[in-house]
């Protein structure tokens, strides 16, 4: 019997475009507290946990709150990103997003998310792509944010599919590291100088054939 091969995605940057939601969100915050807050500090909480995201910011702003204000400055960032996310629709899935995944569940690959987002459920569900997952593993499901590989290896236990003959999809830094770190093999979507350290970068999906599909499934495969 063959080995099996899954295909992991990630979620803000790869199937939907939430970072400008979460930029917003974020930037409303920390204009609040008087600090500063740019798209560039935006990139470095991408793949970044809620909780180290706002440790982030307040860093910048050299501030230190009590635990009570620090949670209560989680919960009002979250109300404003899920303002902004509960308008979404199938039109904000990037490009070709859709004909990869369909061709994966068509072919019986096995499909997971691993996302950093407690609201990845709600997002699947209103971009109408939730069915096409066997497995969501998200911020409610893990304790430790990426570059840690958790995520990734929880996933990869979910779809029953060895570690090593798993196949990431990502934007952030972070991410590619928690997928090199997990042993899988990771494949960059945005920037090639930024995601230098993965084993495949492309622009988005528009540049993934099912012929590049195929040759990856064949090379986990030959490999375990």
Known sequence: MKTRVGFIFDLDGVIVDTAKYHFLAWKKLANSLGIDFTETQNEQLKGVSRVKSLEKILSWGNLQLSEDKFMELM????ADYLSYISKMSSSEILPNVPKILNYLVD????VALG???????AILTKVGLFNKFQTIVDGNS??????????FLVAAEKLRVQPKNC???????????????AGMLSI?????????????VFK????????FINQIIEKELSAS
């Open 75 to 78: 919960g009002k960032k979250n």
């Open 107 to 110: 072919n019986k690959i096995p």
């Open 115 to 121: 996302s950093a987002s407690k609201n990845a459920k």
């Open 142 to 151: 893990v304790t430790k944010a990426k570059p840690d590989p958790e995520v």
């Open 167 to 181: 196949v990431v999809f990502e934007d952030s830094l972070a991410g590619i590291q928690a997928a090199n770190s």
């Open 188 to 200: 960059g979507i945005g920037d090639s100088k930024v995601l230098s350290n993965a084993d495949y």
């Open 204 to 211: 988005d999906f528009t540049e993934i054939s099912f012929n």
